[in-house]
């Protein structure tokens, strides 16, 4: 809780300090509360569509050779950790929204409520999505050391084209077309723009369409990379 709600009070000042030493009423045509409404509500959706404790685990697990205990389960070491994940973000969201909600009760923000149940759905959907490229980063040390670098790398990168450190929309026009054709936006930017007012019913949609294609595109490639480090590793004895 206390993360986001920090991230929340650097972005708000942040904000509130730009609408005050511009002229305008509105940036990109949407005026202060707008943007309020979305700094608020982004960092808490960033959290919840981010796997960094869990990655580093199985990265962990694969690097030190405890994937044995794992693989003598009734449970593939896929299946083991997605429904850790899921457990521990359904329990975090149950307890963390109440920040989010304060604030936007406080400041009267522009949120739909009635949107919510369709933008988390996505957000869920998108976690599944993020759960097959830790899958994927987990499998690399199977072939290489430091493999944590690029858990890293992936997450500093999903921070920016997910929409969380810049809205999408001040974004230059083909930059932002491209982002939202990609299926990261549905993790931050794609549910937030729905929930207040930014964006209709139809980008949501399209969010769900290209979370679904690159999900199956990188259960494959999990498939793949699995297959292939476990003959590494049955090979090498590790």
Known sequence: MLQPLISVGIELILWLAIFNATDSLTIGGFDRNMYLAYVVWAPFLGRVGISWMYESMMVEEVASGNINIVLTRPISFYE??????????????????????????????????????????????????????????????FFMTKVK??????????????????????????????????????????????????????????????????????????????SKGLREYTGTGA
Not at 88 to 112: A, E
Not at 116 to 125: E, M, T, Y
Request: glycine letters at 4%; proline letters at 5%.
């Open 80 to 141: 083991y950790y997605l429904s850790q994940l899921m457990g521990y973000k359904f329990t975090t969201t149950i307890v963390s929204i109440i920040i989010p909600l304060i604030i936007t009760q406080i400041y009267q923000l522009p949120i739909n409520y009635s949107r919510l149940p369709l933008a988390f759905s996505l957000v869920i959907c998108y976690l599944f999505l993020i759960h097959n490229l830790s899958f994927i980063v987990s499998t690399l040390a």
């Open 149 to 226: 670098s690029f858990t890293l790398v992936k997450n500093l990168s999903l921070w920016l084209l997910a929409g969380e450190l810049v809205p999408i929309d001040l974004m230059p026009a083909v930059l932002a077309k491209i982002l939202l054709i990609l299926p990261f936006s549905s993790g931050v930017y794609i549910p937030v723009a729905y929930m207040t007012g930014r964006c209709q019913i139809d980008l949501i949609y399209q969010g769900f369409i290209s979370v679904f294609v690159s999900f199956i595109l990188s259960s494959i490639l999990c498939r793949l990379l699995w």
